[in-house]
């Protein structure tokens, strides 16, 4: 599991990073709103642990952002004790959990845990992108039209990265990090070979090349 923490105060930050570390999570970090954008743009994250009170961009706006991109990925909110105006904004605009400062890491990790476990995709979801289906449990892709196809497990994730955000550009660098692959010079051109499969069953207008870039997922309304 990896996630971000965004936390403007340097000890607590590092002090949570070394604790869920610890736990066995992969964790990054952000000090202020503006690199925590940057790093959701840029990675995948099971979770994220969210400071309110951040400098450059508050908390409520990064997550108001996040949530107006149609990124459903769990944020914890943090806020101080007495704050419950902050609490109850920050579940309106789509916080799945909040913790008031100070608290005891036990809990935080408790939290987390349980946010982890209630985010679990259920067995027969699936994502539904401009007439296509991937079923999450049997890993069938499916157009409305009636065309089945069973892709090859590095061809599902792949996939299944590039439908779970329609729209967005995804780098040879974030689809090798979801395959497991690190070496991204010595292995890029492993991407193409799965971008020219997934294209031969969803069509190649279907998933674009951003030159330079990297590839995404056409939605309904770019087609």
Request: hydrophobic content about 40%; aromatic content about 8%; overall charge negative.
């Amino acid at each position: 599991m990896r996630l971000l923490i965004v936390e403007d105060e340097v000890e607590l930050q590092n002090h949570l990073a070394s604790q869920l570390k610890s736990q066995g999570y992969l964790v990054d970090q952000a000090f202020d709103g503006e690199e925590a954008l940057y790093l959701m743009a840029e990675f995948n994250y099971d979770l994220v642990i969210l400071d309110l009170g951040l400098p450059k961009r508050p908390g409520l706006d990064v997550l108001r952002i996040w949530r107006e991109q149609h990124l459903t990925t769990p944020v914890i909110i943090l806020t101080a004790r007495n704050a419950w105006q902050e609490r109850v904004e920050g579940l309106r605009v789509g916080a799945d959990d909040y913790l008031g400062k100070p608290f005891h890491f036990e809990e935080l990790l408790a939290r987390v845990q349980a946010t982890l476990r209630r985010g679990q995709q259920p067995l027969d979801e699936s994502l539904q992108v401009a007439g296509w289906q991937l079923n999450l449990d049997t890993k069938v892709l499916s157009h409305r039209d009636g065309r089945h196809f069973q892709p090859t497990a590095n061809e599902f994730r792949v996939l299944r990265l590039l439908m779970k955000r329609p729209g967005q550009i995804f780098s040879k660098e974030q689809i090798l990090e979801r395959l497991g692959n690190q070496d991204s010079e010595s292995e890029g051109n492993l991407v193409e070979v799965y971008i020219r499969r997934l294209r031969q069953m969803v069509g190649k207008t279907q998933i674009q090349t951003q030159r330079g870039l990297g590839y995404r997922f056409c939605s309904e309304e770019e087609r």
